[in-house]
C-alpha cells in the first residue's frame, strides 16, 4: 500500500482548501480502508472552505475534508466480516458510538457522541479514507459512481419526505437545493398527490420540475401562498418539507399548511428568527419533525429500496464533474447556484 | 319522478335473482336519491346471487341488490348543502350512525350500527337509490363511470395497502382478484421496492402484471415460497397484503414473512382454520391488521388523491361491460373466474 | 318551562359583564336543552371580561358567556336519542360542523366551522344552554359537580399528554395553570417515570406538588435548566408539556428536551417570538406537536377513563365555589392568580 | 480468580440436572465476566429440565442453565468502558449480533443471529458468567436483589403491555404466570381504566388481585366472557395481553376484543390450533402484535423508568428462595404452581 495519497485539506484556520500529499489512514479494529472513486460536495463543504462563523467555531485544522463519499473496500481489520476486499461501497458519513442512549434505542442518527468525517475528523476528498466498518454501505456492483456518489446526500431528502406519509397527500417542499430535489422525487415516488415546490433560482426550480414537481413557483417573483392556495382549492398542503432554511419560506410553509398539517425541517436558519408558533403550530394542531442526519440505518434500507425498484432515478443530478485536483474550479462552479451535484472523480 | 324503477332484487330465501319493477325510494332528511349510472359487480354480489350458508344467515329478501354504485344526484333533503342534484358521485356502501363509540372516534369503518347497501337494505342494481348525504363522495365530472363504479371497491385496496408503510418494502400480495390487483397498483403507486403476487388463475396473475406486480407466481404449479425466497436473497417480504382467504396462501404469506413484517388481512376464510401463531406471529413480532371496509372517510380521501394525481390508474380494470337487464349473462362471466371487474350500466 | 333565565353576558364591546334576564333557548332538530348546574372560569373568559384585543377582534356582543358547563338535560329535540331529560352531562364546548374534511377523518377538534360557546355563541353562564346533542357527555350520575364541571377543562390536559407516550419517561410541565396541573396528574396516572413542573407563582407550584409533581422549580427564583439538568444526570426530559405561553418557559423547555424528545405546545404565546428552531427542534430530531382543544371524542373517552378508574382524582382542584350572582367577586379571586379552579353553582 | 466454579447444567440428553464443577468463562473483546449474586426461574427453564420435544430440538448439552440473573461486574476486558468492576448489573439474556438488518434497525429483539443464554451458550446458574458488555444493564447500588434478578422477565411484561397504548383503556390478561402478574402491574402503572386477569389457579389469580387487577376470574370456573361483557357494559376490552398459551384463552380473549381492539401476543400455544381469523381479526379490524423478548434497549430504560419511580413494585413477587445447591427443590416447588417466582442466591 502507498504510504501517502493526494488529500484536499483544510490546512489552517482560514478560508480556502489545499492539496497536499497526506498519509494514507491505519485501520484499528471493525475498521475498513476504503479506496475513493468519487466524491460530491455538499453546502457543508463550502461554510468549510468559505471558513464562516460556524466553520470557525467547529473546525480543528488540518484535516481531509469531504463526506458524500464512493469507493471500493481496500483492506479489512482482521474483525471484520460484514464486507470484504473490493466491495462496492458508500459512506455513512456520521460516526456513532453505538453505547448512548440514542444508539441503544434504534436513534443512532442523534448519537450523543456522532463525528462527522470531513468535519470532525478525515473525510474522503483523498484517494483513501478509513472508517468503522458499519460505515461502509455495500452497492450493487453495477450502480453508477454518479448515483453511488449522492446516497449520503439522498438519505437526507428519504429521511425527511419519509418523516411523514405522503402517499395521496399534498405536499410543498420549500427549498430546491440537491435534498430539496430529491427530496421532491420521494414524494412523487411514494405517490403524492401534488408536490409543490418553491425556490427563488430559475435553475433550481427548473431542476425541481425535472425530478417531478408538478408546480414550481419563484418565491422571488411569485405569490407563493396565493398561488398554493388556488391550486389546492384553499386547502393548503398536508405536508411542509423544509429545506431551504429562509425564515420567509418557512413562514409560507406553514401559513399553507393544513390544520392537521405535518412539518418536517431538514433546512438550518441563519439563526433564530420571529416565528408564529400560535398560528402556525399550536391552533393548527399541526406536527413538527426536527430531521438530522439519516436514521441509522432504516434509511439506507430505504435508499436500497427506492434506487433498486428505479422508483427514484438519481442519474441526471450530477451536472458538473471534476478532477480531484481541479476542486478550486468546482467550489466556484457550486457557489455560482447555476448546478445540481458536482462530482469529483479519483 | 317516476313512481316505479326497474331493479334487480333478491325476491325470495334461494339461488338466483329477478328484474322486477319496484318502487323509486323516497327519501328523508339528510338523505339524497342517487339516479345510478353503473355499478359493478362484487365477491359478496355472488355470495348473495348463489344463496350460500353465509347468504342464508345474514339477508332478508326481497330488497334490491348491489353495493358498487355510481351515479348522479337526483334529489337531496332540505337539509342537505353537501352534494346538488346533478352532482356526480359513488357512493359509501357502508352506512353508519354516527353515534357509537367507533363513530365518534373516526372508526366509523367498524361502527356497531353498520349497514350495507344490498345486503342489510336496498342497494343499487336499480335506476335510482336514496342513500345518506354523507355516503355519497363526489366525482370530478370527468372522472369515467368505468372508474367512477370502481371506487368503493378501490377504497378496499387502498385500505389494506396503506394500513402499514409500503414504501421501499418488499410486499407480499396472495390473491389476485379486483381487490388484490388494485392492491398491487396501490402498492406501486406508493413506492414499494418490489411487489410479489400469487394466484391459481393465470388469468388473473396476468392483470397483476398488468397492474405494476415485479414478479406473479401460480400457486398451484410454483413453489411459493422457495421462488419468493430467492428473490429476495432469503429475507422473505415486508409486508403481506392477504386478499384470497384461502389458509395455504395465509400460510404461505406468513411463512414469508419477515420477522418485524407487516400483514395486513382483507380476505375471509371459509371458515375457522389450523393457524401456527407460535411461528408465525409470536416469535416473528409480527403486527396483523384485520381490515374492514374502507376508513370513514380517510381512505376515500386517499382515493381522491391516488386518482386525481394519476398514481394509480384504474382505466383498464373493468373487462365486462352488460346492460342491467343481461345480469343473469354477467353473472356466468363473473362465475367463471375469467374477468376483471364486470360493470353494468343504465 | 319559565320564558327568561338570568345569565351573565357580555352586554357590549369594552370591559365587564352584567347579569341580565335573557330569553331561555329554544332547541332545534338534533339538540338539547341542558339545565347547568355548575360552570367554571377559564383564562378565555378572563379575556372576555377585560375586552383585550383578542376579545375585541373575535367578539359580537351580546351573549351569554361562559363554556366550562356541567349540568341535567331539561329537554331533547324529538330526533334525539343518545341521552334523555334528567342525564347528568358535561358540555364539549366547541361545536363541529361534521361535513368538512377534518370532521370527516376524526380530526373534529380543528374542525373548520368550529363554533365555540360563549365565545361564538351563547354560552352556558346562565340557568339553560341549548347545544347538539353529540356535545352533551353523560356522567356518572354520582359523579361530583365539582369534578363534572372540569371535564372539558381537564380535557385539554388530557389531550396534551396523552399525545405522545409519558410512561416511563421524564416529563416537564412549564405552567401550573389549572391546565398544566392536571397535565401533571394525568402524566402520572400515566406512570411517568418523573414529573417536573415549572412556574412563577409559589401558589400555583404548592398546587402543583399536590397533584404529583415530583419537583417543583419557580422559574423567577431558580435556576429551571440548572435544577432539571442535575436531577435527570444531564439527560434532559423526555417529554416537554408546554401549558404557559411564555417565551422564556418555551425556550427552557426545549433547552431541556433530549434528543429526539417530544414536545406538545398548548399554552399560547403573547405573539410572534424569537425561536431558535435549528437547536431546539431539527438538530434534536425533536416532534413537535400543536394542541387544539379536546380530540373529538376520543379525548372524552380518555377522560372517561381516567377518573372511572380513580387514576386521576380531580376533587381537590376547585378550591373557590360562588353563587353565579357573585361572578365579579369571582373574576377578582380569578386575576389574584390565588386559586385553582373556580365554580359557580346555579 | 478461581479455576472453577459451581454451577447446574444440563449434562446430557435427558431429564434433569446437575451441579458440576464448570470452568470459571474466560471473556474475550467487548465482554465482561459477571459475579452472579441471584438468579430466578423461567418457564423455559421447566422445558429444560424435563427435556420436552422443544428442549430435545434446540438444546446442545453440556452447557450451564439459567438466564434471569443479576450480579457483579468482576472483570472487563480492556476495551470495556460502560461498566466496571463492582457495579451492580442485571443481565439482558439475548446476546445479539449488531450486524443484521434487525440490530441495524432499531429490531435488536428479533436479530436473527440471537443467542440465548442457558438455552444456547452457558447461562448463569453458576458464580460467573461472560457476557458481551452491552448485555449488563447497570442497576442502582441499592435495588434490592429479589428485584433486581427479575428485571429480566418483567421486560417481557413491560415489552407486551407497552406494545399498544393502555391508559383509560380496559385491558385483559389472559394467563397469570408472573409475567402476566407483572403486565397488570404495567398496565395499573400506565392508568388503564380496569384490568381484567383469567387464569385457571387461584393462587395465580390472588397474586394478580395483588398485583393490581381490578377483577380476577377463574376461568375453569366462571364464565369469563360473560362475566367480562357484564362489567363492561356490553363493550369488551380494548386492549388483550395474552400471557397463557391456551387456545381456549386466547379464543375468549379475542372475543371479548372491541371492534378496533389491539391484542399483544407472548403466550406460545402447544402448537398449530384452530383459529377464527375472520371474527377475531378480520371483520374486527383488530391490530395484533406478537411478542418476542425485550426490545433492545428501549424496553430496559422503560423497566428503569417503572422501578425508579416506583410506579410498579416487584419486591413482593419473589415467594421462595433457595441456595442454588437446592435447585431440585426449587423446581418442585416451581412446578407445583403454588409460587411466585423463585429465586437462587450465591
Known amino acids: 500500500m502507498t504510504r501517502t495519497m493526494k488529500a484536499v485539506i483544510k490546512a489552517e484556520r482560514g478560508p480556502g482548501l489545499t492539496m497536499v500529499d497526506w498519509p494514507v489512514p491505519e485501520i484499528g479494529p471493525g475498521e475498513v480502508l476504503v479506496k475513493v472513486l468519487a466524491a460530491s460536495i455538499c453546502g457543508t463543504d463550502l461554510h468549510i ?13 488540518p484535516f481531509v475534508v469531504g463526506h458524500e463519499i464512493t469507493g471500493r473496500i481496500a483492506a479489512v481489520a482482521d474483525d471484520v466480516t460484514r464486507v470484504k476486499v473490493g466491495d462496492p461501497v458508500s ?3 456520521h460516526i456513532v458510538c453505538n453505547q448512548c442512549y440514542y444508539c441503544r434505542t434504534g436513534q443512532g442518527h442523534i448519537c450523543e457522541n456522532t463525528q462527522i468525517i470531513g468535519v470532525d475528523r478525515d473525510g474522503g ?15 450493487p456492483s453495477d450502480l453508477p459512481l454518479r448515483v453511488a456518489v449522492l446516497e449520503e446526500n439522498f438519505g ?12 395521496a397527500k399534498y405536499v410543498l417542499v420549500t427549498g430546491c437545493g440537491p435534498v ?7 414524494a412523487k415516488a411514494a405517490g403524492a398527490r401534488r408536490v409543490f415546490a418553491t425556490d427563488v433560482s ?38 411542509l418539507l423544509e429545506m431551504s432554511g429562509a425564515p420567509s419560506a418557512i413562514d409560507q410553509g406553514f401559513t399553507l399548511l393544513k390544520e392537521g398539517g405535518e412539518a418536517a425541517l431538514l433546512g438550518l436558519t441563519p439563526g433564530p428568527f420571529t416565528f408564529d408558533i400560535n398560528r ?45 485536483e481541479d476542486f478550486d474550479e468546482a467550489y466556484e462552479v457550486f457557489k455560482s447556484g447555476e448546478s445540481g451535484k458536482i462530482m469529483f472523480h479519483l
Not at 460556524?54 to 473546525?59: C, G
Not at 466498518?133 to 452497492?139: D, E, G, K, M, Y
Not at 408546480?215 to 405569490?223: G, K, S, V
Open 202 to 239: 430559475d435553475y433550481r426550480l427548473a431542476m425541481a420540475k425535472q425530478a417531478g414537481a408538478d408546480l414550481t413557483i419563484n418565491a422571488m417573483t411569485d405569490d407563493v401562498v396565493g398561488v398554493i392556495r388556488e391550486s389546492t382549492c384553499d386547502e393548503g398542503v398536508d405536508v
Open 49 to 61: 472552505y468559505n471558513w464562516d462563523e460556524w466553520a470557525q467555531s467547529r473546525l480543528k485544522p
Open 125 to 139: 476528498f483523498a484517494e483513501f479514507i478509513a472508517m468503522p466498518a458499519q460505515n461502509a454501505w455495500s452497492n
Open 156 to 167: 437526507n431528502a428519504v429521511h425527511t419526505a419519509m418523516a411523514q406519509d405522503v402517499s
Open 91 to 93: 459512506l455513512e458519513s
Open 280 to 324: 402556525h403550530v399550536v391552533f393548527k394542531g399541526a406536527i413538527v419533525r426536527g430531521i438530522a442526519g439519516r436514521r441509522l440505518w432504516d434509511t439506507w434500507y430505504q435508499v436500497r429500496g427506492l434506487l433498486e425498484s428505479g422508483a427514484v432515478d438519481l442519474s441526471q443530478l450530477v451536472t458538473h464533474e471534476f478532477a480531484l
Open 180 to 186: 430539496g430535489i430529491m427530496s421532491i422525487a420521494v
